[in-house]
Structure formats: C-alpha cells, structure tokens
C-alpha cells in the first residue's frame, strides 16, 4: 500500500458510505454499497450489502474484507475482517466487521493490486503461434486478473504469453495463459530504462482467482504490519 497511513478511528464515522470487496468479488468489478450504522468498541457495524437482486450478501464470519471509505477530497482503504452479522436497532440489517488501527489514504480509487517479491517463468507467443524459450522475470506488482513483470524491450499490446507465477507461498506454482494490455517505460537509477509489462490472465478459474486474492490479503496485512511496527 503506497499512500499515507492515518489512523482509521480518525477518519472513520457514522453515516460514511462504503463499498465493500469480499474474497470472491470479481476484479475490475464494483464492489457493494454499504455505510456505517454504528461503531462498536473494535468494531464497524455497517449495513448489509446487497446484490443487484437485493439478496443480503452475508460473508462467512473471520472472511477477510477489502473496504474503501469515502473522504474529503481522497479516498481510504483497508482491510477488515467479518466478525458476525445482526439488526442495529432492531431494524437495518447489519455486518460486524473489524476497525484496524491505520487506514490508507490515496486520491484514485483503485483495486488491489498489490507488490510482491514472486518471480514468473514467462514464454512469448507470436502471431504464428510458436512459443519462445522460458525466461524467468521478476514480478512488480500481482492482483486477481493478472500483474506486470520487469523486461528489458517494449512487447507489442495483444502479444500471447505463456506464464507459470513460481513459489506462491500456501498456493504454489501457478501455470497460465495470458496477453499483454499495457507497456510503461521505467527510467532506471543508471538511466538505462526498462519495461513494466502489464498482463492479463485469461481463463483463470474462480476458485484460482480466489486463493491469489487471499494470498494478497495475506501479503497487505504483513506490510501493514510492518509500517505499524517501524513507527
């Protein structure tokens, strides 16, 4: 998480709107309206999402939450936890969800897209579709759809790419196919510049999806912790 960490209990209160991303929300998606009823001790009770049928959507209580907060002029997001759901007055549905104790504050609303120390093996595949020799690159940033990866020359946009994403710790090697969306130039310190190539998964499972999404979550929280414990 790249923005300013402030603490959440000092920007979070009653009546902010919300939007909520479970484990399984499908990236590049909205996620679901909500807003806080109540603050409880460590606790958020916010109203009870809804789909697009008007279906609560009820999370498996300890699901890990990804949450942006609507602020004067900025945005903030974090991570949460469920802790149960019920009625605040008796009345408005609700979820119980977990306060932590920073929040990050940015200005573009975005999803998680999140930067790991992983490396892929990657093989290109042209128009005639004969597949290059693996090439072992490292990766910069890792999000449910797909992620970018350090090269050294621009790849044409559409470009087929063969992928395995190596060592994913709790999940393993995950192996797929994927195409290019996006090229940036990136000067380095010896202005020799590289490439972040930008890829997009194609055909990932849901339940694939899912544990990369969880491992993120994972990855958030332990940088989190980290700027927590240095300050």
Known sequence: MAGELVEARSILFIGQRLEIFFENTEEGTSGYTSRIEDIVGDDLIVAMPVDERL?????????????????????????????????????????????PEFVERFQKRGLFRTKVNLTATIRHIDAEGTIDAPTNVPIVDLSGSGLSFIWPQRLPIDTGVALDINDIPGIGTIEM????????????EDDTPVYHIGIQFLAVSRSMRDEIVRYLFQVQRAQVERVDNDE
């Open 55 to 99: 279906v609560p959507i009820i999370p498996r209580v300890g699901e890990n939450l990804y949450v942006l907060a609507g602020g004067d002029g900025c945005h903030y997001r974090f991570f949460s936890v469920h802790r149960g759901h019920g009625r605040h007055d008796g009345r408005i549905p609700t979820l119980r969800i977990s306060i």
């Open 177 to 188: 196919m994927s195409k290019v969306m996006r090229v940036t130039r990136v000067e380095r």
